[in-house]
């Protein structure tokens, strides 16, 4: 012998094959249960992420920007697999699918910051609605109001920033909720 170590052989007869192979195939399963739902709660925390960009493309008063950000919310709104939410998440959602992807096409279609505005007004009230009913983001959502418009919009911060008038009343505003 030159020094080398036989490798063990393995004793096939004293493991349990089938109890093996099972606990193998009961692990992939978990995990890819875990990845689809983690991925799915994500597609709905991903469209309050590009609803404060539509958001913050109108405090800016950039039509242009909220055109493009609604597009990116409408592809990301189509492409959830509602199929794959939990019931609750599932049921919230179909509720409110159609009008959110109303909403966000019609703003993304037009460059006019006043129509912009006007549909923003009810993708608003439907993402608090989404918002209320799923938690999308471990952050606090802050349900914002403008008198002058009688409107609502969601924002990240408490500091009021108004996409209904940009700089003409950017700070013209008040928090009615926040969402924990």
């Not at 978990?30 to 405090?59: E, P, T």
């Amino acid at each position: 012998m030159s020094g080398r170590i036989a490798p063990k052989s393995l004793n096939i007869k004293s493991i349990d094959m089938k109890s093996f192979i099972f606990s193998l195939i009961c692990l992939f399963v978990s995990f890819s249960v875990r990845a689809h739902y983690h991925r799915d709660a994500s597609s709905l925390s991903q469209l309050l992420a590009l609803y404060y960009d539509v958001k913050n493309a109108l405090v800016n008063s950039d039509a242009a920007a909220a055109s493009a950000k609604s597009g990116e919310l409408l592809k990301a709104i189509t492409s959830v697999d509602s199929s794959s939410l939990p019931k609750t998440e599932q049921k919230a959602f179909t509720s409110l699918h159609y009008k959110l992807e109303y909403d966000a096409r019609h703003i993304s279609e037009t460059k006019e910051l006043s129509h912009q505005r006007e549909h923003f007004a009810n993708l608003s009230l439907n993402m608090y609605a989404l918002a209320k009913a799923v938690k999308l983001s471990a952050q606090p959502v802050y349900e914002q109001y403008c008198p002058m418009k009688k409107a609502y919009w969601l924002s990240s911060e408490a500091a009021i920033k108004n996409p209904y008038y940009g700089n003409d009343m950017l700070i013209c505003g008040e928090v009615k909720d926040t969402l924990k």
